[in-house]
């Protein structure tokens, strides 16, 4: 089942407490496309980078089922750049540096081999570029997932509430369902941002799980605790990117299906946090987050009744 | 079969964004007796009270199935007094007074009928005070239960490791965990405090749940997302008398009825944050329990393939 990603391909730097990396691939394209292409291939890659970009690093997508067909190479431009360093909790961090770049006046072209995907995952972008692409696709997919981020709230609130209103699933972190919503409660909060459109909503809280939300119903999927979060550099998009490739796989929309879906991102999750950058993602054996979905069964399933 | 309750029964003032109460029935042996009250009667309570006390509040308590043969009565003091303030996120609180009175010299006096006493739980006290009932009783319990808090670390710690190396499971927050075992991972943490004594821990992270540990095994129960949090006073309590109250209804300690264990504890405290202090768990139906465990079911069971 086609699935076209949208979302930055980047070089970041990265701090943490068990080490730093100088310039390593990131970005939300490449963490949602190393993730989805677990499940799906190939994956349909719409992003731009500079010409300071690694050919290796673009050799590296291809041969994980990356399609990059859609990725703009500006070879007298600067790519995506982003820096920040984690404190000891991992729960938060401090953006050293932000360079936009080639990501500053990003025109999402859409190659034709693309058209007529089932499937679009938004990675976290400009509200108006992100809208751009649901605009320059001859038919809407059948299932629109969308990630976005607080500065787009502080900065493009209309823009954003317009594109919100377009897709059918949307992710954001708890803080900026409440920020969005301007409701502390989580119930409430994703009983107003469903009414701004989407029929789904996701709740990502990190080390906490995510909630998923779809009318009257909530369901809960925990993260799984760990011995050791090395780097949590591109978790986020590493779930969402497992969320759309396993519902892109079973092509399978039904909430019951949603659930399984949210678990896979949380497994794939999971596995992103333990090395740094993409390193885990890219080593990762299928077998691996087989046996992790059935970690998460043992974690929370129970019979409500003794035997 | 019979349960053991000891803690304290006190008087509560809370001032919480949805309202106040000047003097209310509040401590963690009231919390955790009337939770367990819903799963097995009679729940032996081991308590001290003052002479201002309610003889009403001690009918209350009796009439939900609560024995108060080992609730001490001193005439000529005054009971235990807790007053605070919660802030509008209701994760934070501030203390406006703690008055030990009665309890700043609690002789914990086993009534001879409370003696064989198959479950036992601790809640928070001087661990000194824990370790005293546990040494008053002529059998060890099948399983002890006990709670505790940071402040007994800050001023008591060796006391309360000498405790702890005596009890079967440890419930405490997540703070607590860190605090008393050095580690921020709550795995590396739960090691080292089942390394002390207890073969089961129990970490509560209040609206993100709660972590069931026991050697390599661990499960989670999330909290219910609830539209409006009242008053999260004695929600820890209630969530370990429902442990511990279903515990001793069904008289069965092995893992996989601990999840259930921690689930029905889970959906006490759920109803114990809707209305002030004891309001809720007071007026309680036992088919409202019932059908709040499915609602857990529902928030996290899935299959994890397609039908």
Request: hydrophobic fraction near 45%; aromatic fraction near 10%; charge should be negative.
């Amino acid at each position: 089942m086609s699935l076209l990603v949208v979302g930055s391909v980047a070089f970041d730097a990265l701090e943490t407490p068990f080490g730093k990396r100088e310039k390593i691939i990131g970005g939300a394209g490449t963490f949602i496309s190393l993730s989805a292409a677990h499940f799906v291939q190939p994956v349909n890659l719409v992003s731009v980078v500079g010409g300071d970009f690694l050919k290796s690093d673009i050799a590296m997508l291809q041969s994980k089922g990356i399609n990059v067909d859609g990725l703009q190479i500006k070879e007298n431009e600067k790519s995506f750049f982003w820096s920040g360093r984690y404190f000891n909790d991992m729960n938060s961090r401090e953006t050293l540096v932000t360079e936009l770049n080639v990501l500053g006046d990003f025109d999402p072209i859409i190659p034709e081999s693309y058209q007529d995907c089932k499937y679009l995952m938004l990675g976290n972008l400009a509200p108006q570029v992100q809208r751009q692409v649901i605009e320059r696709l001859t038919n809407r997919p059948k299932l629109i997932v969308m990630d976005t981020m607080n500065f787009w709230m502080d900065i493009a609130l209309d823009d954003l509430i317009q594109t919100i209103g377009m897709v059918d699933v949307l992710s954001i972190n708890d803080e900026e369902a409440r920020q969005l919503s301007g409701e502390y409660s989580l119930v409430k909060a994703a009983k107003k941002i469903m009414g701004m459109g989407p029929k789904y909503l996701i709740i990502k809280k990190g080390e906490h799980g995510a909630l998923l939300f779809h009318g009257e119903e909530v369901f809960f999927a925990p993260a799984l605790p760990l011995e050791e979060v090395f780097d949590p550099t591109g978790a986020g998009d590493t779930f969402a990117g497992g969320f759309i490739g396993y519902l892109a796989s079973t092509d399978d929309i039904s909430f019951d299906n949603m659930k399984r879906a949210v678990i896979n991102g949380s497994a794939m999750a999971s596995f992103c946090v333990e090395q740094f950058g993409t390193e885990r993602l890219v080593d990762l054996q299928p077998d691996e987050v087989v046996t992790r979905v059935l970690e998460f069964v043992k974690l929370v399933n129970f019979q409500p009744q003794q035997a």
